[in-house]
């Protein structure tokens, strides 16, 4: 994709219409509202992230060692620590839980300070998808993301959202 504003604002109406009126947009948009007024997840509230992300884990998320007070405690932990290590890694003690299942959690906590990671965005950004992710590419992966959004003056959402329907229009 030619990363224009013009573009990246296109792609991501397409994406809103692609999802609009479905229960992937009302989650999203329930569980922002959510985390806004209280941070952290019950566990019913950590399952329909996960499913929102990737229904393949299902069986994980719903896991008895996913209890409502591991779950609200692991959440409020990563919620409240100062350590970006610690809380994108402490996300990832809950069973099913991999780096873009834990980015989605953070970016419904955080929607202005993290994108959601997602194979589709970065091959939309050119990049070499990672044999398995660590801190150092999830940093990278932010501050890139950031930078674009801030260059491009769209909203971190919208980046991610634009990039995210390219691949899905594009990507062979």
Not at 49 to 65: A, D, P
Not at 73 to 91: N, P
Not at 102 to 115: E, G, M, T
Not at 141 to 168: H, M, N, P
């Amino acid at each position: 994709m030619k990363i224009q504003r013009e573009n990246i604002i296109e792609y991501a109406r397409e994406y809103d219409e692609r999802y609009k009126g479905t229960s992937d947009e009302l989650i999203e948009k329930g569980m922002k509202k959510i985390l806004r007024q209280r941070k952290y997840l019950t566990r019913e509230e950590f399952i329909k992230i996960g499913l929102w992300k990737s229904k393949r884990q299902e069986k994980n998320y719903k896991s008895r060692e996913n209890d409502d007070l591991t779950v609200r405690e692991i959440t409020e932990f990563a919620f409240k620590v100062k350590s970006e290590r610690a809380r994108i890694k402490s996300l990832t003690v809950l069973k099913g839980v991999s780096w873009p299942v834990a980015s989605v959690i953070l970016h419904f906590a955080s929607p202005n300070k993290y994108p959601i990671l997602d194979f589709r965005v970065i091959w939309s950004l050119g990049w070499e998808q990672p044999k398995q992710y660590d801190f150092n590419f999830w940093q990278r992966y932010i501050k890139t993301l950031k930078s674009l959004a801030k260059q491009y003056k769209v909203s971190l959402r919208d980046l991610d959202k634009g990039f995210w329907e390219y691949s899905k229009e594009n990507q062979p």
